[in-house]
């Protein structure tokens, strides 16, 4: 799709988008406010612009009279760009608060695509299981080889392949395999974790097949379990497919999946359903790719340490007991059908390895699959959801913590807060001077409630606006019904309840505010701490990997605003993805993960962030928007200071 | 039971035997010659002896008259000596033939007890799985090491153990084993097969165990199968028991087995018997030690080609058909449930290598179990059966053949062989004025056929007493109704039908002794055969290794006689016993065996005689008693000339 251009006036921000795009999602990417309360339903009527030049399309509404329809007035929710256009926002201060409304565009992440090609380049595209076509010699009179002793001669010699050992199944398949295609043969070699080990020749097929070879790569989520089917000739994703855990029904976090695991019969029961989950996803992502069952080579999975426990029918019940030991490190490679899951008997499954309780093997293979564990510029990795899961380091060394942060980036501990779906307010601004919100819902629906992202970007906006102080509280001092004091609490009114679809007013609440400022403050004390330990200071982070579906979301600079993030260039900021995926397919891809994942997790130094003195000072000083020490955050500190000025100019200009 | 000594007259020749032993039986081990017929039954009367000084013991008989028994007659099948005695036997010749009748006394190979004591002294005793006790430290507050990796990392520093991996059922019991007696635990760890490769963890316990530690050995042989339970602690065989191979039913030789197993279904039958065979053994053996079956940590298991590729359930096929090459030498370790084993999920099978299609498991066993394989001397390794396979070579290098002998040593192909059990003849000598023969059988019971190893003897002693010549025929001008022509075919009466157990003449003839000497030609033409295509001679031998339960048997001196052996000093020659079930419970034992029996494998170079152009030569010369060379058995060659002088004498004596 092609991008246009939107000139908004009197502000005259002009901002790129695709075609198509609401003039409403237009002006909140420009960091343009414009009044609106029913996240882009239609319904509120408050989102009235004009439309001074260029081609817009859009539905009639009884909030526009056909009069001013005519005029060019439309609802900017329901109106999209078809060109360049120029857009005024009704004015309906005395004053041109244009400057003041100005905020900075919205900014997520830079997508960082596993470059294939570097990869390859990098000599690093060896995929953990390969095929090899040799035409043997038939054995004759003068020439009694086993047809083992054969197959595994001619890979030294001709292959340069040492170190080999056939599995017994294959063996059995040998004596028929190798007589179909008189002695021409496919061989999937499957490469050892370590360099020294051996090399398993885990398949035998009569004949050439060296263009079908593929892995299945598998994220064990603690909510979802995610699955991509890769071609290991070509190293594309060829399908992937998703559902929910099936253990969702057994308890929503890893602490009630343990207490349920430690029921008579638990932890069998939450294998199987794990592994039917597994099971479903496989049957879906082979059906949507058309490859059979048993060209799939090699499965590799990543989870968080009581996923993986429970995976493997490990018992968890002591990853939530003091001291919080996980039963292992590293595992051993396992037959996949040992687990149960439906693929053929030859297939290993590679579990990535866990640092400790809470940092598990979706973090390393966060590390391995970002290329973090080789690479030379001090990187902080972030995985942020309830528990949020922070590395530091480089390919010398690591240091690694969980913070406690709470389910706020969820949704849960905030009134209104709900997850990333339908009717959730995602994006926000508000007016300087009505404090009449603009609000953007996913859907274009009216607001349910708040996720993440959407509270994340209502608070620092609040913030930075002079709404709420650097402690939370709103300043008792502003007139406006928006906010008022509900049960002696504080709160701003999002949305009225005729306005909603749940019939009350959607508020946030200084309870809600300062949990999201325990559950920031808990990372970025985390990752401070961390820095500290190690010698280190926020300065020195050369990159920031954010993963997890909720690092595609955030808004950089409001992250930054409220605190949750280090003030960085927007462009060190790099989203990996579901780097637990991610980690998967790496590992299937290239060997050189699987033999370094060993080493790399050794390396991994784990802080138990509540025995580590320093980490309360650090934590108490960050329950601050966005910290105590706002030298920290100068780009921040600047503008709310010219902010500051332009407000008092404007009000001695209002009030002259 | 102590000794004593028999002097016989008037040959005047003295042995030593165990106080109880017949007369009889005491004769002929001094090589001293009784008429006997009915094999020591007691029916025939012939042995009438005269007891002139000591103690004998036996039952009266209608054979001798109550007034000969006053004057000491006995007969000597039925008479047992209780101290020095001194015999005479009645001589009815005219002329004193007691130098014709002395023979070689009866020499079985030294069996060479495996030495435990040698073992350790070598440092060798290092068995395959060992227990260690490790007083763990718990975790607290500042140690949360995973438990996995806190045994690891004690295994290293305090015992100095590297490179371990721990199994998944294994890390599933940790969790709670560890705590039962607080971090106070014994662990079982399996030894690599290579040295460079991964030490296993295979077990853990509460509390210190280390005192139970056991294996089990089996020899899976096409007729039997046979187990040892062995006490890793000690290095002591604790049980021992054995089975026909269930697979009997199903055909008798490696042959038929292999054409079962290419019907549909035949292969899973056949592996499945012998699995219940196995496991019914190993439940025998447990029982009888009173060990739980839990306690065993390994299985070893050694058989022919055949055999083991129908335990492993790998087709047979090919070993029956030219080229006749077997599926594959090496086989990986083997979890032992998944063969249907019933032990433990975490016993490892390891089952022996293979060198060809009849050079098997149990030939490689024996090289490994015997010594050989580390011995300097140079060394001719033989078991002989149905299929004779030959080793040549010590810790350097190795040649190796199968002889197809024919199943003449096992009773097959001679018209009263029979396998060796009650009634068989297994010893005899000749008078060699009369031609009488004296005879043992198993049991002193009346003969229903001959043994292998009596067959030996029978040949051997016909043929030095002149009554065959060299090529195996009758001398047509001895006069006596024991040789007569039946259908054109020369024989000689062992036994006249009122003497057997079968209402028949039980005879030897031409053709049975045409098939000894193929089959002891096969075997000493390969022997010969493998010497001369590495470029030494019979003379460089210094040990001969006799394997299998023939080789108890056979008596040595006439086994040289017919040239199944070569002539040596008999002291060279060591009987292994059942080297198969001795390799087996080696590699239990010492793991420096089971690291370098790979190396031996591939070190043994395998001949295919019908493809080795010196063989059919050699073979043709080995088809004579003993050699058309006589120069290479000069012993008996000097036996002959001087037997053949004497016998002149006497003759123009008895002519005088």
């Not at 082979?286 to 090699?298: D, G």
């Not at 138990?608 to 108490?620: A, C, G, I, K, R």
């Not at 020490?629 to 009030?655: C, Q, S, V, Y």
Request: hydrophobic content about 40%; overall charge negative; glycine content about 8%.
């Amino acid at each position: 799709m092609s991008n246009v251009q939107v000139t908004f006036l009197p502000n005259n921000v002009s901002i790129e988008v695709a075609r198509g795009e609401t003039v409403l999602r237009a002006a909140m990417a420009a960091g343009v406010h414009i009044n609106a309360s029913c996240g882009g339903d239609g319904t509120c009527g408050k989102c009235r612009v004009m439309v001074e030049a260029g081609s817009v399309e859009g539905e009639t509404s009884d909030r526009i009279s056909a009069e001013d329809r005519e005029k060019g007035y439309r609802l900017a929710c329901k109106t999209t760009v078809q060109g360049d256009v120029t857009i005024r926002i009704p004015v309906e201060s005395a004053v041109d608060i244009s400057a003041l409304q100005r905020q900075a565009p919205r900014r997520t992440a830079t997508v960082k695509q596993i470059g294939l090609e570097e990869i390859k380049e990098q000599g690093l595209f060896l995929p953990a299981v390969e095929k090899r076509y040799l035409e043997l010699t038939p054995p004759d009179t003068q020439d009694h080889l086993p047809d083992v002793t054969r197959l595994v001669n001619h890979l030294r010699l001709q292959h340069d392949e040492h170190g080999l050992e056939v599995s017994l199944p294959v063996i059995r398949q040998i004596p028929s395999v190798f007589r179909e295609q008189d002695f021409k043969v496919t061989v999937t070699l499957a490469r050892p974790v370590r360099s020294s080990g051996k090399t398993q020749i885990i398949r035998v097929e009569p004949g050439d097949t060296t263009d079908r070879n593929y892995a299945v790569a598998m994220d064990i989520g603690t909510t979802t379990i995610y699955g991509q089917l890769v071609d290991l000739v070509s190293g594309k994703v060829v399908a992937e497919n998703g559902d929910f855990n099936g253990q969702v029904s057994y308890g929503e976090d890893v602490i009630t999946r343990i207490m349920f695991a430690e029921k008579p019969g638990g932890l069998e029961t939450l294998q199987r359903v794990v592994i039917e989950t597994v099971n479903k996803v496989l049957t879906r992502i082979l059906k949507q790719s058309k490859i059979a069952r048993e060209e799939i080579s090699l499965i590799t999975l990543a989870g968080n340490t009581t996923m993986t426990q429970l995976l493997l029918k490990v018992e968890p019940r002591h990853i939530r007991r003091a001291p919080y030991v996980p039963t292992a490190s590293i595992y051993p490679t396992i037959r996949a059908t040992d687990l149960g899951i439906a693929l053929d008997d030859h297939v290993t499954a590679l579990v990535y390895p866990q640092v400790s309780s809470y940092v598990g093997g979706d973090i390393v293979a966060g590390v391995m699959g970002s290329g973090m564990y080789r690479s030379e510029a001090l990187t902080l990795f972030m995985d942020i959801g309830t528990n949020a899961e922070v590395v530091i380091g480089n390919k010398d060394w690591m240091a690694c913590a969980a913070c406690s942060a709470g389910p706020a980036f969820e949704g849960g501990g905030i009134q209104f807060g709900m997850r990333a779906a339908k009717g959730a307010i995602e994006d926000f601004s508000i007016d300087p001077e009505t404090l009449e919100p603009m609000l953007m819902t996913i859907g274009n629906v009216r607001p349910k409630g708040i996720c993440g992202s959407g509270l994340i970007i209502i608070v620092a906006t609040l913030f930075e606006m002079g709404v709420i102080d650097n402690q939370g509280k709103f300043d008792r001092d502003l007139n406006t019904p928006r906010i008022r004091a509900t049960d002696n609490i504080y709160e701003y009114v999002l949305a009225f309840a005729d306005q909603t679809q749940i019939d009350r007013d959607i508020t946030i609440n200084e309870i809600d505010i300062e949990n999201l400022i325990r559950a920031k403050g808990a990372i970025y004390s985390g990752c401070t701490t961390l820095l500290k330990e190690v010698g280190m200071q926020l300065d020195d982070v050369e990159q920031i990997l954010l993963a997890g579906g909720f690092g595609s979301y955030v808004d950089l600079e409001r992250a930054m605003i409220i605190g949750l993030l280090p003030e960085v260039a927007p462009e060190k900021v790099v989203y990996v993805g579901n780097s637990s995926l991610l980690g998967a397919r790496m590992s299937a891809l290239t060997n050189s993960v699987r033999q370094q994942v060993v080493g790399v997790t050794n390396m991994m130094t784990n802080f138990e962030l509540s025995e580590t003195p320093s980490y309360m000072d650090n934590y108490v000083a960050s329950l601050f928007l966005p910290h105590t020490d706002m030298d920290r955050f100068p780009r921040l500190k600047t503008r709310l200071e010219e902010r500051r000025a332009l407000a008092a100019k404007i009000r001695a200009h209002g009030n002259a």
